[in-house]
């Protein structure tokens, strides 16, 4: 039988063993928010100024203040977003290094053979931001005004509907490709460099669609110029009741959301990963983000990091499944 001035001596020992245990694990977690600690990279692999570009800079400054920590943006453009989630997904693991990714994210494993890494495995999710409906948009000179006259115009005149987006593989593309596989027409796609040259085609007459954001409507639904036959998300767009989703009018079930979501190189701690997570859910869940991410089309939605991680796996293979299908390869 152990002597109570030993048992007192083991049970200081494993008081002492749990209290470090304790502190070791507190430690992941304030890593990355303790002021001594070293600043934070939130990577945005898109130039300035643009919507992912505000989103990245107004969540930098939601952690900046939540974390009483220095979060600086770090844009690395190009490559449809994989130069910058390359450089993220090559960072420390350390709780330094955010990234904000977009729905390009999960098409481009579909359409890249190729890639300076895994972006499934070389990066782990934090948060989904929120989700956008693609709006269709149709020229007032298209002797249409609802998306089943458009998919009888379409069939009774093959080939002629045109339909505008940024790129092979971009995400307005990939959303007409889904049209055609799942209503049976046939459209011919045509790639701009800019919303404002496929706008002006679209206003003109000499294009038939563009796929954009509902913040098109906020600039020009007014114009007389364009039409908004549907919305790609799961329900109507609030500040734009008046649109139809593609569910309810020619596509029963068809969700063609994009996204925005927050991403950390991949052995990132997870209670770094948690509390970047809840600070983030917490952020956009104010009132001021949230009607700004409102007022550029974002419906706020966050997640935990194992939802968000769900998120992408079938979002890639939602598009990827469609790449094959269509048998759509990069544009070189």
């Not at 993220?88 to 290094?97: L, Q």
């Amino acid at each position: 039988m152990l002597g109570g001035a030993h048992m007192r001596r083991i049970v200081k020992g494993s008081i002492r063993s749990i209290l470090a245990t304790a502190v070791a694990a507190f430690g992941v977690a304030a890593a990355a928010i303790t002021p001594a600690s070293a600043q934070i990279q939130f990577v945005s692999p898109y130039p300035p100024g643009g919507i992912t570009d505000i989103v990245s800079r107004t969540l930098a400054d939601g952690l900046s203040k939540s974390l009483n920590q220095t979060v600086i943006v770090l844009n690395k453009p190009g490559a449809n977003g994989m130069i910058g989630s390359d450089y993220a997904a090559k960072s420390a693991p350390d709780g330094k290094t955010l990234l904000l990714v977009a729905a390009a994210h999960a098409i481009n494993p579909s359409m890249h053979a190729r890639m300076a890494y895994d972006p499934f495995k070389d990066l782990v999710g934090v948060s989904l931001i929120g989700k956008t409906g693609p709006v269709i948009f149709a020229s007032a000179k298209l002797p249409i005004t609802t998306m089943q006259e458009l998919v009888a115009y379409a069939k009774k005149h093959p080939g002629k509907v045109t339909y505008g987006s940024s790129g092979v593989g971009s995400g307005a593309h990939l959303v007409g490709e889904l049209l055609c596989q799942t209503l049976g027409i046939d459209m011919t796609h045509v790639v701009y460099k800019g919303s404002e040259a496929a706008l002006i085609d679209l206003f003109n007459g000499e294009l038939s669609l563009f796929i954009n954001t509902v913040q098109t409507w906020a600039q020009h639904g007014s114009s007389g110029k364009l039409r908004a036959l549907a919305i790609g998300s799961a329900a109507r767009w609030p500040r734009a009741p008046d649109i139809p989703t593609l569910d309810e009018t020619v596509a029963p079930g068809m969700v063609a959301d994009s996204f925005l979501g927050v991403l950390a190189p991949a052995g990132t701690p997870a209670a770094a990963v948690d509390t970047y997570s809840k600070t983030i859910a917490a952020i956009i869940a104010r009132k001021d983000v949230t009607e700004r991410l409102m007022d550029y089309g974002i419906e706020p939605t966050g997640s935990t990091p194992a939802a968000f991680d769900a998120f992408i796996a079938s979002e890639a293979k939602k598009w990827g499944d469609l790449i094959r299908a269509r048998n759509i390869k990069p544009d070189r």
